[in-house]
């Protein structure tokens, strides 16, 4: 018994160290150990200040883009494969309709939807024999949608890192509408930062003229101090070994309107390589500026910066291969992602705005402090006045209890706002229930002439039932509210399942090893505290 | 110390003074809320935008309005909020029916441009220093270079600037100036303010008698998404419980809980519609808060009934139920009194944003236990009366333990 007292004991004073050194680490005086506090404790947009914003991304933009090109398919190689028709148009996003179909290019026209549109599914117009309906496959646009939301995400990220915001947050929002949420911290004028989110990023791909330079003065040395008409000094990535920049053609090759994807993909050699694929207008163009080209270099240009300069191998026409000797597979995957990102795929839609003056936050801060900690003296000296040197017990179960919480919080690396500070007020009136369900019980128990130990365990053993019950009823309805529930109501689920979690460990097993401890102790028949 | 010594109140007994009090409750907010035309709903489920502003002096709310007026936000709302020696006003103005992205932020704009014409409009060029961002502030003190510290490299000015940007704007939006400097002056105590760039800031800025502490803007869909889902997200949780309390106990106990709690949710939305108190977002995560509250509560006595039905079967169940809610009553005085010690707390300190979700709190705790007592347990006994019998022994039951500890 004393043995296995030890070694409940030991668990407790482990989960303290443990919560302890999550909350403060290993401070060597007071104002490090400010300092880990403030670090550690990650608070919510609400609490420190910066602006949210929720979005809608109109992905139907995208589906329209990729019919509107099937369209432009089709109307070609219908003429290619003599196929007559009256009339040919999109009706909606994800709808074409032909009219005037002669009967006899029924079986062409199958064929030719099966082989080259193998995300259509063609059908009869009803009522017309020479009609047809091309519609999109519900997977098809399904994909081109989910596409569309994560390439506008990391579009968004991109440019939101450009901004040197600290710790920004871009993520799903919602159920299934396509919305993003966006957390800028510190940002309390939001409207630059809407308008660069919302801007289309130029990309272009353009020839490098000479050899990259060291900076810009060796550039215009290199020219006689004076840059040739048709061309601009462009600053390169930033390397270890500093900023280089490229002399370029200002026409630009191609633009990031004229592309239609980028891939990652290995090439001939199995290296890593990017393949990307362009418009009918811009494959012309492109095959006959690197056709004139060989061997020199190309620039791809991302708002006016150049992010690489490969060489150019051989003419390229619709579908281009990007390939190097310092590709990695994450530095392809990287340039297919900016070259798919450089512009948004669907235009952008604000639904709401946020924003927290840090000096409002402020104010928060201290007021939930103040609040939370006058209820918890509030409540704890009155536990004291009402169970005596119980009421030890169970201030010391609720304080562990908090130190847990705060604890989880710091391991799980969650955000603490306002509606978390009342979850956790929450948490401490349903600790103090269970602690008084106890006593009350030990109390009755010992009324009812049990000795000290059988009160303490029998007391212990009814309410333990009773307990459970609140807690799992309370937790299913946390669980209710963060899977539901958005925002500030996930805040609060989430202190309150760590809260209620932590008060079992607390209220049950802390608090009956002090009484225990107590027990062991004292003389028999001795009187409990409570 | 003890409040009560094995009470012995005959609480079903008074079960029609419990329905008595609870229903003119019921109908005083519905008729409130059909005489009001439903509830009425923050900017969050409304659509809309809010614009929290703090003035240096009590500013003259009809002056206002008159001004606001003038600048065509005819339905401008005014409404102070904190401490009236806070100086704080809450604008807000409903959504237009416009939905394009530029209307979203459109009202903000003009707001804030009343507010400027009306508590500040500065000597010509100067930027209004209790609404610049730490950027203005970095981006005219590296034009003028106050420090001297250019010839150190533009990167090494560029960081001490904006560090002392920072810290300029920290010093001004802490308590209690809270966003509102009077005069420059005041910010010497901030470490690297030199006599220099105090100069320089009084040169190129002005100190208006307002600031803009928070903005809110809710576009038309997120409104309309966050209502149903509120709705939702409150009977998702119910039937959770309902379920839970069935797999614990029996059906007519999750039931009768579940009667309970709506009884609690109705009466405390009513009480809002009464006191015109708008539903917020954290409004509807109070009102979960209640609703696990409440259940919490009907729980304990709900164990102690369902206790006492398996060690004694041929009790009078409204006498057991009387003994249960006797035999737990300290309990629940003493709970309800602490938790309410926690939300009153809240409720008075906790600050103006989250006012609405403490006072649900503050009524929920007491509404709560009070329908644990007058309607839950009432609920069973009218089961059990219908039932037939009003004995306990509807379930033959094997005694699983000793009778310990139940006085009588």
Redesign the interface.
């Known amino acids: 018994m004393e043995s296995k007292l030890k070694g409940r004991v030991l668990v407790i004073l482990l989960v303290f160290l443990v919560c302890v050194f999550g909350i403060v680490g290993f401070p060597r005086n007071l104002i490090q150990l400010k300092d880990n506090l403030r670090s550690r404790i990650r608070l919510g947009l609400?609490l420190k200040?910066g602006t949210h914003l929720?979005l809608?991304v109109q992905v139907e933009d995208a589906v329209n883009a990729v019919t509107d090109q099937a369209l432009e398919r089709l109307r070609d190689e219908l003429k290619a494969k003599n196929i007559p028709y009256a009339d040919i148009q999109k009706t909606d996003s994800t709808h074409i309709v032909i009219k005037g179909l002669p009967q006899e290019k029924s079986s062409d026209m199958q064929a030719l939807v099966a082989e080259q549109f193998s995300d259509w599914d063609l059908a009869r117009l009803p009522g017309d024999p020479t009609g047809r309906a091309l519609t999109m496959k519900v997977s098809s646009a399904a994909n081109i949608r989910n596409q569309a939301l994560l390439q506008s995400m990391s579009t968004i990220r991109n440019r939101i890192d450009q901004l040197s915001v600290v710790e920004p947050e871009i993520a799903e929002y919602?159920q299934s509408?396509f919305e993003l949420v966006v957390q800028l911290p510190g940002v309390?004028?939001p409207?630059r930062v809407?308008d660069i989110i919302?801007s289309t990023a130029l990309l272009e791909l353009k020839i490098v003229q000479d050899n990259p330079y060291p900076s810009q003065e060796a550039a215009l040395a290199a020219h006689g101090g004076v840059l040739p008409p048709d061309a601009e000094l462009l600053p390169g990535p930033r390397t270890s070994s500093g900023q280089s920049w490229y002399l370029v053609n200002k026409i630009p090759a191609i633009t990031g309107r004229d592309l239609t994807g980028a891939e990652p993909s290995k090439d001939i050699n199995g290296r890593p390589s990017v393949n990307f694929t362009l418009n009918r207008d811009g494959a012309a163009r492109f095959s006959r500026v690197t056709g004139q080209n060989i061997g020199r270099l190309l620039a791809i240009v991302l708002d006016r910066r150049v992010v690489d300069a490969p060489e150019i191998h051989g003419q390229i026409s619709d579908r281009g291969e990007i390939s190097g000797g310092a590709f990695t597979p994450e530095k392809a995957a990287d340039l297919a992602l900016v070259l798919r990102s450089g512009a948004l795929p669907a235009s952008?839609?604000?639904?709401?705005?946020?924003?927290?003056?840090?000096?409002?936050g402020?104010?928060?801060i201290?007021?939930?402090v103040?609040?939370?900690i006058?209820?918890?003296l509030?409540?704890m000296a009155?536990?004291l006045?009402?169970?005596?040197g119980s009421g030890i017990n169970a201030d010391l179960a609720l304080i562990l209890n908090l130190i847990i919480l705060i604890a989880t919080f710091v391991y799980i690396d969650a955000v603490l706002t306002?509606?978390g500070i009342?979850g956790v007020?929450?948490t401490?009136?349903?600790g103090?229930?269970s602690n008084?369900?106890i006593f009350?019980?030990i109390?009755?128990?010992w009324?009812?002439g049990?000795a000290v130990g059988a009160a303490v365990a029998?007391g212990f053993e009814?309410a333990f039932?009773?307990i459970i019950?609140?807690h799992?009823?309370?937790i299913?309805?946390?669980?209710?509210?963060f899977t539901?529930?958005?925002?500030?109501?996930r805040g609060?689920a989430v202190t309150?399942t760590i809260g209620l979690l932590a008060n079992l460990f607390t209220s049950v097993f802390v608090s009956r090893t002090i009484f225990d401890y107590v027990l062991s102790r004292r003389g028999k028949g001795e009187a409990l505290s409570i | 110390?003890?409040f009560f010594h094995e009470p012995k109140i005959d609480w079903m007994g008074k079960k029609w003074y419990f329905i008595g009090l609870s229903i003119p409750l019921l109908l005083a907010g519905l008729v409130s809320m059909v005489v009001k035309r439903g509830l009425s709903y923050g900017i969050d489920f409304r659509g809309g935008t809010l614009v929290?502003v703090?003035f240096a002096l009590q500013p003259n709310l009809d002056q206002l309005r008159a001004h606001l007026d003038r600048q065509s936000l005819v339905n401008a709302t005014l409404q102070g909020y904190g401490a009236a020696t806070g100086h704080e006003v809450i604008v807000g103005l409903d959504l237009k029916t416009t939905t394009s992205?530029e209307a979203?932020?459109t009202g903000k704009r003009a707001i804030i441009g009343a507010l400027s014409s009306l508590y500040g409009p500065g000597p010509e060029g100067k930027v209004d220093f209790n609404n610049a961002?730490p950027?203005t502030i970095a981006d005219h003190l590296l034009a003028a270079d106050p420090l001297g510290i250019s010839s150190k490299g533009l990167e090494e000015a560029t960081k001490t600037y904006r560090d002392l940007a920072d810290a300029l704007?920290?010093y001004?939006?802490?308590?209690p100036?809270?966003?509102l400097v009077a005069d420059f002056q005041e910010l010497r105590t901030v470490p690297g303010a030199a006599p220099s760039v105090l100069a320089l800031l009084g040169k190129d800025f002005y100190l208006s008698g307002f600031?803009?502490?928070?903005?809110?803007?809710?576009?038309p869909?997120?409104g309309g998404?966050?209502r149903r889902?509120a709705v939702?997200?409150t009977l998702?949780?119910l039937g959770?419980?309902l379920i839970?309390?069935w797999f614990?106990f029996e059906l007519i106990y999750g039931v009768a809980a579940v009667i309970a709690t709506f009884h609690d949710v109705l009466i405390t939305l009513g009480i809002f519609s009464l006191l015109n108190k708008e539903i917020t977002?954290?409004v509807?995560?109070?009102l979960?808060?209640l609703?696990?509250?409440s259940?919490?509560d009907t729980?304990?006595v709900f164990?102690?009934i369902r206790?006492n039905v398996r060690l004694n079967k041929r009790e009078n169940f409204p006498d057991l139920v009387n003994r249960s809610i006797n035999?737990?009553l300290?309990?629940t005085i003493?709970?309800s009194?602490?938790?309410f010690?926690?939300?009153?707390?809240?409720y008075?300190?906790?600050?103006e944003?989250?006012h609405g979700?403490?006072l649900v709190?503050v009524v929920g705790v007491i509404i709560g236990t009070y329908s644990s007592i007058a309607i839950a347990s009432p609920v069973l006994v009218f089961w059990r009366e219908r039932q037939g019998g009003g004995r306990v022994g509807e379930r033959p039951r094997v005694l699983e333990r000793q009778a310990?500890?139940?006085?009588r």
């Open positions: 609400d200040g929720i809608q919602g509408d309390d004028d409207t809407k919302q952008i839609k604000y639904l709401s705005e946020e924003t927290v003056g840090p000096s409002l402020a104010d928060s201290r007021h939930g103040i609040a939370s006058v209820g918890l509030a409540v009155f536990m006045v009402y169970y005596h306002l509606p009342a007020i929450l401490v009136g349903m103090v229930d008084v369900l009350e019980r109390r009755e128990e009324r009812s049990k029998g009814h039932k009773t019950d609140t799992v009823t309370t299913v309805s946390a669980a209710i509210l539901f529930g958005t925002g500030p109501i609060f309150l | 110390m003890e929290y703090k992205t979203l932020d961002s950027q704007v920290q001004r939006n802490r308590p100036r809270s966003g600031a803009v502490r928070n903005t809110e803007i809710v576009g869909k997120v998404d966050l889902q939702y997200v998702a949780g959770a419980m839970y309390i614990r977002l954290t509807i995560a109070a979960l808060t609703v696990g509250y259940m919490n729980i304990v164990d102690r206790e035999q737990t300290s309990r003493l709970t009194g602490l938790t010690l926690a939300v009153l707390s809240l008075l300190f906790g600050g944003v989250i979700f403490s709190l310990v500890g139940v006085p």
